[in-house]
């Protein structure tokens, strides 16, 4: 019980600071580039940052979701019931979240390693909102897992 507590913990805290990084990037940081407001080294350091926060998060969630999964379904379960599939959707857009960060990081860091903003916010700026998207889109799901199984 108090490993699950601890695993319970570590996912949900470090989901919110990957999807709260993300959306801070995708909204306050990535016009701001795109305007030319940032130099290029500190648009770089974000955009590093925000990388370091995807992998490290990625890792923990998946391990921490992974135990929880593994403690709390069953095949069975995952596939035939509706918290099971809003798991499996979870699943599917951390994934994705994952992918949308590297590739508009990486972007963003072919321009910027060339001292350029503009162009590189731009190039980022798609995948960029399409990580904000899947983020709230997983916001969205954890808040329905968390909703009596009676409303689902």
Not at 38 to 62: E, H, M, N, Q
Not at 68 to 83: D, I, K, P, R
Not at 126 to 132: E, G, I, R, S, V
């Amino acid at each position: 019980m108090a490993l699950d507590t601890a695993m319970y913990t570590i996912h949900t805290g470090f989901s919110a600071l990957w999807a709260g990084s993300v959306l801070f990037v995708a909204a306050a940081v990535l016009p701001l580039a795109m305007d030319g407001e940032l130099s290029p080294a500190a648009f770089g350091s974000v955009v590093s940052t925000l990388r370091w926060v995807t992998r490290g998060s990625a890792l923990l969630v998946f391990l921490t979701g992974g135990h929880l999964a593994g403690t709390q379904y069953t095949v069975g379960t995952l596939t035939g019931t509706t918290s099971g599939s809003l798991v499996l959707v979870m699943l599917t857009l951390w994934f994705g979240l994952a992918a949308l960060v590297e590739v508009g990081s990486a972007k963003a860091m072919r321009g910027v390693e060339k001292d350029k903003i503009r162009q590189p916010a731009r190039d980022a700026r798609p995948f960029y909102l399409l990580a904000a998207a899947a983020a709230v889109g997983l916001l969205v799901v954890a808040g329905l897992l968390g909703t009596p199984a009676s409303i689902l």
